[in-house]
Nanobody
C-alpha cells in the first residue's frame, strides 16, 4: 500500500513563501510520476506542478516562475517551494503519485493519479 503524507502548509501574507513536503512510502519501483494539485472551496481540483519519472518538470501557467517542484529520491520525498504567494493560491494542496511515467499520460487517459495524500492547507492573506 502506497502512502503519501503532506506537510508544510500554513498561513502566510501575500508575497511570502512556504515549502510543502510529501513523504512517499510503500512503493518500491523506481519509476513513477508525481504532482501537486490544489482545491479551493467551491472550485474544482486543479493541477499545479508535475515531475515525471525522468525528472522533467512542468507547471501550470498560474504558478510558473513562482513555484518549484523537486524530488529527493533518496528520501522518497516530493517538495513544492512556493514563493511570491498570492491570495488566490489559498487552497488545500495534495500530492499525488502514479506508476505511469508522466502525469501528462495520466491526464491524457482522463483518469486521476492512483495515489493521493490527505492534503495540507495553505492560506495566503492580503
Amino acid at each position: 500500500q502506497v502512502h503519501l503524507v503532506e506537510s508544510g502548509g500554513g498561513s502566510v501574507q501575500a508575497g511570502g513563501s512556504l515549502r510543502l513536503s510529501c513523504a512517499v512510502s510503500g512503493y518500491t519501483a523506481s519509476r513513477y510520476c508525481m504532482g501537486w494539485f490544489r482545491q479551493s472551496p467551491g472550485k474544482e481540483r486543479e493541477g499545479v506542478a508535475y515531475i515525471d519519472d525522468d525528472g522533467s518538470t512542468r507547471y501550470e501557467d498560474s504558478v510558473k516562475g513562482r513555484f518549484t517542484i523537486s524530488q529527493d529520491n533518496s528520501q522518497n520525498t516530493l517538495f513544492l517551494q512556493m514563493n511570491s504567494l498570492k491570495p488566490e493560491d489559498t487552497a488545500m494542496y495534495y500530492c499525488a503519485a502514479d506508476p505511469r511515467p508522466s502525469m501528462s499520460t495520466v491526464r491524457a487517459l482522463g483518469v486521476n493519479p492512483l495515489w493521493w495524500g490527505q492534503g495540507t492547507q495553505v492560506t495566503v492573506s492580503s
